[in-house]
């Protein structure tokens, strides 16, 4: 497979494994991070600490969050 050289800007002779590889590290480091943002989210609801709005909604506010890593694959 081969990436559009825009993709590869930040190293200009990488080469498409390792862009594939930074793609997906990006993507997997941004996973984690909304996963984190989930539960610390349930564990205030848990306690009280947020309104029932949040409960609902909260994974659409983490996916918002990370939306733009969409953009990049």
Known sequence: MTWPKWM???FPG???EAAATLVVASKTVANAVEYLI???LSDWR??????S????????????AF???GTVT
């Open 8 to 10: 590869l800007w930040p």
């Open 67 to 69: 939306a733009h890593i």
């Open 53 to 64: 709005l949040f409960q609902t909604h909260k994974r659409n506010l983490c996916a918002g």
């Open 46 to 51: 848990a306690h009280g600490l947020l309104p």
């Open 14 to 16: 990488a080469s498409s």
């Open 38 to 40: 989930i539960a610390i």
